[in-house]
């Protein structure tokens, strides 16, 4: 999407993208704007908000989190980070389901000034008034482009009720847990170490471990009920969303990934060929 953008704007601009512990370090007087996902995808690793922000307000920049691996999965404290923007999706840990709409958050003393890259009808300060030109909305909603996924949002209206009254610090604790309890058990098998951060304060809610043969491996734990995703080049990944999965689940899932890493039940020639979605 960066690369496209600048494509776009066509003034030049260079995208960089540093290693997760050199972002710190990469973010200087030249830098325009950070864009950083606040959970690594593939190793879980948790990014310091506060500090990066801070850093890029320094030198200057604009600051955009990517929340899709942090909302629902932790607490967030994206007002107290004063970042101007975050985005995100719902289909994660917010269980919005295929095709759940996306998100985006925008720091509410600036969101009368924005100007969204696509000005959109929905996004018209009166939409049903059709006037011949554009008036963006004195809101977030001047970053609507078109009409809603009715029906998605509607799914995902429901898929949020179970968050009613429900505490993230809670969610955090409940997460932690089964993580520890799951890196206990699954750790022992595998070849390699596993790939998260080795303090559960340090990452999201997923774990991943690093194996050559993670594809089919997964494949095998996938027809065995448990559904992880994998990553290439090697990650095998897990999403631990407390609200429905209890740590009985997780010790189950510990046990199913022994037995098919234990007894190489993911080299049946029926988990080798690699579909489009990983
Ligand atoms: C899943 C995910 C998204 C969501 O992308 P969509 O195009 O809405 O599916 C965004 N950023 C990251 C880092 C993700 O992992």
Redesign the pocket.
Known sequence: MAEGLIHTIGKDHELRTPAPEDILDGIDGDVAVVML?QVD?RTGRLHDMAAITQAAHAAGAVMIW?L??SVGALPIGMAGSRAEFA???T??YLNGGPGAP?FIHVRPDIAEEVEPALAGWLGHDAPFAMERSYRPAMSTERLRVGTPPVVQMTILDRALDVWEGVDMTDIRAASVRARRAVHRRGRAPLPRPHASPRNPGGRGSQVSFAFEYGYPAMQALIDRGVIGDFRAPDIKRFGFTPLYVDEADVLAAAETLETVIGEELWRDPKYQTRSRVT
Do not use: F, L
């Open positions: 996902t995808y990517d899709a691996h985005v995100g999706c289909y994660k996306a």
